[in-house]
């Protein structure tokens, strides 16, 4: 009350402000404009979703800039900032303004003399005004609504739904979380037309996304197009005209969204949830921060820990360049002679640096891969590795390097790195890279701009300084009142755990169960239904008395954080013919996921019975090609299987197929190789498994394509591909041959032309059955086991070949 009171007070000494500055308003006319020193100067969009004004962005230094009004904040505080006009001049806290002026520029002063930031304007002087929109689009225009200037040309590192992202524009990074001046990353169209993302450091300067190693098509881009348009739409889906395309996890909602290049150098969509309003991330580039070049800077170490998140390290012989900045890396501490006889190498484990190698040498010895590097005054070391081939054996590469960028320590990495030093250091010549000294990448010193301004003194008068510090000492007072209560509640434990246990489900949508819930649901762990490479699957009944899969994975390498990541990932897909996760488990080293229950179990159980006639096998074939299609093109990249078989295809009341287990690629530990495979090991189970598994080769959404293939000709005609089907030849011989190539082998044969579909089919099946309609499904099989994996359909093509004949039920 105290407070209020003052503060009524002391607005009635203040003076007013000018008539030419409009306060809270959408737009501002001609001859107007908004002053640093009012807070109240804002213009707010028509339904309140997005607001413009100066923003604090250091001591003493403000931008014009628009944030996003919900979450609700004040300019003082940690708004969402969406766009910035001058975020590498800021300017004065006293005498600044947004201008319109009355010949049509839209100027930004700094302490009322010099222009910071203008918009010339080239249109009709007619009633032109600047107006916030509620897409968050402020925009210069004239009662005609013809556009002189939009802030969605000259976007910062923010992307809004409906913006179009052209090869005009471009995202530039912050260049910190605190420090929001133009920072080292750039998202743009090149001039190849391919969306790419580039590091542009202090010295140094490379594209790492899409793979730099791989050609646009290889990754799956098309340079085929001239418009270079992207746009994200506002159910969650980006789509650009290279054919890179993503969709959100909670893709279909209408939800407030912004895609951010954020100052790591990783991309971001975030979304904000309906219930608590809060940013969640919906989905992101990399999961693997030590991707991102130039992230720890040059001559130091990137290592990712899902208990403390990213850290850098110095390598030995070297310290940090700039103590508030990993950017500026670190510098050598040590003299090296260029005499090879004084130099020596020190071995640093699974440790890699990517790029800026003066050769690289196949098939050669280790020995001889150190004398080139002593043999150059300006090799700083050289990698060591062995790269897998068809050879009988691992072939040794070796790559020496005149830089050392873009460190990063894998465990998973099968090379080391070897370090030139001087001998008299006396190093050992073993030294791991665990024997580092190793720091937090977040910049611990925030260091505040402040502008050296000077600008004139108003004493004013004494009343109203006693009221402002009386004010101001109220509101501390109110504040700390509040926290007070805030701890209080918070010091019970069970008031504690609520709160947490509240926190989790709203940010996951689905239930956190505890151990011990899972012990009661499924009688201790009682009745066994089934088990696989990922865990063991119990029947269990919950409290609620539904019906519950319970799985109980093996492997528990992930830490509670992580894994609520990837579950709520894959809690977020949904699809009428994927299992549904009802929610988890994530109790000390437990990991448990509940699904659906399926009555009628899996495909496993009920191939060869007469339970499934032709029109099941087909409609089961179908369904379960949407769900992979779903997986592979209308969620998060990289959603693959990795394990398509009939024991993961599960049947409901009515024999409608749900795929389960789609998750397990994921939450199994999964670490991106150096073969850009994205597995560390293989995946899968024999005779279901592409040749990419076995030959090491690059693993994409067409290795679900190679075993979905298998499994329709396993449904078709009865036979496992675990085993050899057996033939006899014309001589009476017994022959061992594969289940795909003896199915060719049948398509192929002269005697069977047109009726060959007709002997492959399993007997269960009987006579009643429509011919075309299973050669279809033979023929798209076929298809989708070729060697070659561009030869194998994608499973989108997979339902549209099914579905041609309009006859289909």
């Known amino acids: 009350?105290?407070?209020?009171?003052?503060?009524?007070?002391?607005?009635?000494?203040?003076?007013?402000?000018?008539?030419?500055?409009?306060?809270?308003?959408?737009?501002?006319?001609?001859?107007?404009?908004?002053?640093?020193?009012?807070?109240?100067?804002?213009?707010?969009?028509?339904?309140?979703?997005?607001?413009?004004?100066?923003?604090?962005?250091?001591?003493?230094?403000?931008?014009?800039?628009?944030?996003?009004?919900?979450?609700?904040?004040?300019?003082?505080?940690?708004?969402?900032?969406?766009?910035?006009?001058?975020?590498?001049?800021?300017?004065?806290?006293?005498?600044?303004?947004?201008?319109?002026?009355?010949?049509?520029?839209?100027?930004?002063?700094?302490?009322?003399?010099?222009?910071?930031?203008?918009?010339?304007?080239?249109?009709?002087?007619?009633?032109?005004?600047?107006?916030?929109?509620?897409?968050?689009?402020?925009?210069?225009?004239?009662?005609?609504?013809?556009?002189?200037?939009?802030?969605?040309?000259?976007?910062?590192?923010?992307?809004?739904?409906?913006?179009?992202?052209?090869?005009?524009?471009?995202?530039?990074?912050?260049?910190?979380?605190?420090?929001?001046?133009?920072?080292?990353?750039?998202?743009?169209?090149?001039?190849?037309?391919?969306?790419?993302?580039?590091?542009?450091?202090?010295?140094?300067?490379?594209?790492?996304?899409?793979?730099?190693?791989?050609?646009?098509?290889?990754?799956?881009?098309?340079?085929?197009?001239?418009?270079?348009?992207?746009?994200?739409?506002?159910?969650?889906?980006?789509?650009?005209?290279?054919?890179?395309?993503?969709?959100?996890?909670?893709?279909?909602?209408?939800?407030?969204?912004?895609?951010?290049?954020?100052?790591?150098?990783?991309?971001?969509?975030?979304?904000?949830?309906?219930?608590?309003?809060?940013?969640?991330?919906?989905?992101?580039?990399?999961?693997?921060?030590?991707?991102?070049?130039?992230?720890?800077?040059?001559?130091?170490?990137?290592?990712?820990?899902?208990?403390?998140?990213?850290?850098?390290?110095?390598?030995?012989?070297?310290?940090?360049?700039?103590?508030?900045?990993?950017?500026?890396?670190?510098?050598?501490?040590?003299?090296?002679?260029?005499?090879?006889?004084?130099?020596?190498?020190?071995?640093?484990?699974?440790?890699?640096?990517?790029?800026?190698?003066?050769?690289?040498?196949?098939?050669?010895?280790?020995?001889?891969?150190?004398?080139?590097?002593?043999?150059?005054?300006?090799?700083?070391?050289?990698?060591?590795?062995?790269?897998?081939?068809?050879?009988?054996?691992?072939?040794?590469?070796?790559?020496?390097?005149?830089?050392?960028?873009?460190?990063?320590?894998?465990?998973?990495?099968?090379?080391?790195?070897?370090?030139?030093?001087?001998?008299?250091?006396?190093?050992?010549?073993?030294?791991?890279?665990?024997?580092?000294?190793?720091?937090?990448?977040?910049?611990?010193?925030?260091?505040?701009?402040?502008?050296?301004?000077?600008?004139?003194?108003?004493?004013?008068?004494?009343?109203?300084k006693f009221l402002l510090w009386f004010t101001i000492g109220a509101g501390f007072f109110e504040i700390f009142g509040v926290i007070l209560v805030w701890a209080l509640l918070l010091k019970n434990p069970q008031n504690r755990g609520a709160f947490s246990q509240g926190y989790i489900q709203a940010a996951t949508g689905f239930k956190r169960f505890s151990y011990a819930e899972m012990k009661k649901a499924t009688r201790n762990f009682k009745e066994e239904i089934g088990r696989g490479a990922g865990g063991i699957v119990y029947k269990g009944k919950l409290s609620d008395n539904r019906v519950a899969a319970i799985k109980r994975l093996n492997e528990a390498h992930q830490g509670e954080a992580e894994f609520l990541a990837e579950v709520s990932t894959i809690g977020k897909l949904n699809h009428m013919n994927l299992i549904d996760l009802w929610g988890y488990c994530a109790d000390g080293k437990h990991r448990l996921l509940v699904y659906e229950y399926m009555e009628h179990g899996s495909l496993a159980e009920n191939l060869s019975t007469k339970a499934l006639d032709w029109k099941k096998i087909f409609e089961i074939a179908v369904s379960t090609a949407k769900g992979l299609a779903y997986l592979h093109e209308e969620c998060l990249e990289w959603v693959l299987h990795c394990d398509v078989k009939p024991q993961n295809i599960l049947l409901g009341s009515d024999y409608q197929p749900k795929v389960s287990d789609f998750g397990l690629s994921r939450l199994l530990s999964r670490v991106k190789s150096e073969n850009s495979s994205g597995f560390s090991k293989l995946r899968g189970t024999r005779g279901y498994m592409a040749p990419e598994w076995i030959f090491n080769l690059p693993i994409t959404s067409k290795v679900d394509v190679y075993s979905y293939g298998i499994v329709v000709l396993e449904m078709v005609t009865g036979k496992s591909p675990a085993t050899d089907v057996q033939h006899v030849d014309d001589g009476q011989n017994l022959e061992q041959k594969t289940l795909v190539s003896w199915v060719r082998e049948k398509k192929s044969g002269t005697a069977a032309k047109g009726h060959w579909v007709r002997e492959i089919i399993d007997p269960v099946m009987g006579n009643d059955y429509e011919m075309d309609k299973l050669e279809i499904l033979a023929e798209v099989a076929l298809q989708c086991v070729e060697e070659d994996r561009d030869a194998r359909p994608t499973m989108g093509q997979v339902v549209e070949m099914l579905l041609r004949d309009e006859n289909h039920p």
């Not at 390097?401 to 250091?425: A, C, I, M, W």
Request: proline residues 5%; aromatic residues 12%; contains cysteine.
């Open 1 to 464: 009350m105290v407070s209020i009171l003052s503060l009524l007070l002391l607005m009635l000494t203040m003076s007013p402000p000018l008539p030419c500055s409009p306060t809270s308003q959408n737009t501002l006319s001609i001859g107007s404009s908004l002053s640093v020193e009012d807070s109240d100067h804002l213009l707010i969009s028509p339904q309140g979703k997005f607001s413009a004004g100066f923003y604090p962005v250091g001591k003493n230094a403000y931008c014009f800039a628009i944030w996003f009004t919900q979450p609700s904040c004040y300019r003082n505080s940690d708004c969402t900032l969406i766009w910035m006009a001058n975020r590498d001049v800021p300017v004065n806290g006293r005498r600044s303004k947004l201008s319109l002026l009355k010949n049509g520029n839209l100027v930004l002063t700094d302490a009322g003399r010099s222009p910071v930031w203008i918009v010339t304007n080239t249109a009709s002087l007619s009633s032109l005004q600047l107006s916030l929109y509620d897409t968050g689009n402020l925009v210069l225009h004239d009662l005609k609504g013809k556009i002189s200037w939009q802030s969605f040309d000259s976007p910062t590192d923010t992307l809004l739904p409906e913006q179009n992202f052209t090869k005009n524009t471009q995202l530039v990074s912050s260049r910190s979380g605190w420090n929001l001046s133009t920072g080292f990353y750039k998202f743009y169209f090149d001039n190849d037309n391919v969306l790419r993302l580039l590091y542009d450091g202090p010295e140094i300067s490379s594209v790492f996304w899409p793979d730099p190693g791989s050609l646009p098509w290889e990754e799956q881009r098309s340079t085929y197009n001239s418009s270079r348009i992207a746009i994200l739409d506002a159910l969650g889906q980006f789509s650009s005209t290279d054919n890179f395309t993503f969709f959100s996890a909670d893709y279909g909602k209408k939800l407030q969204r912004r895609l951010k290049l954020d100052f790591d150098g990783n991309f971001r969509l975030y979304s904000r949830e309906e219930e608590n309003g809060s940013w969640v991330v919906s989905w992101q580039l990399t999961s693997q921060p030590c991707t991102v070049h130039g992230i720890c800077g040059p001559n130091s170490v990137c290592s990712h820990d899902h208990r403390f998140g990213r850290t850098c390290s110095c390598i030995p012989g070297h310290k940090m360049a700039n103590h508030s900045d990993w950017s500026y890396g670190c510098e050598r501490d040590f003299s090296l002679s260029c005499s090879s006889s004084e130099a020596t190498f020190l071995k640093l484990r699974h440790v890699e640096f990517y790029g800026y190698d003066f050769g690289f040498y196949p098939n050669t010895t280790f020995d001889d891969c150190k004398n080139k590097c002593l043999q150059r005054c300006d090799c700083k070391g050289f990698q060591f590795k062995f790269i897998k081939h068809d050879h009988p054996s691992d072939v040794p590469y070796c790559f020496a390097k005149t830089l050392l960028l873009n460190g990063q320590r894998s465990p998973n990495f099968q090379g080391d790195l070897y370090l030139r030093v001087p001998k008299e250091r006396q190093l050992s010549g073993d030294w791991t890279v665990d024997e580092f000294s190793w720091d937090t990448c977040s910049n611990s010193t925030q260091n505040a701009i402040e502008l050296g301004r000077k600008y004139v003194i108003n004493h004013g008068v004494w009343s109203v």
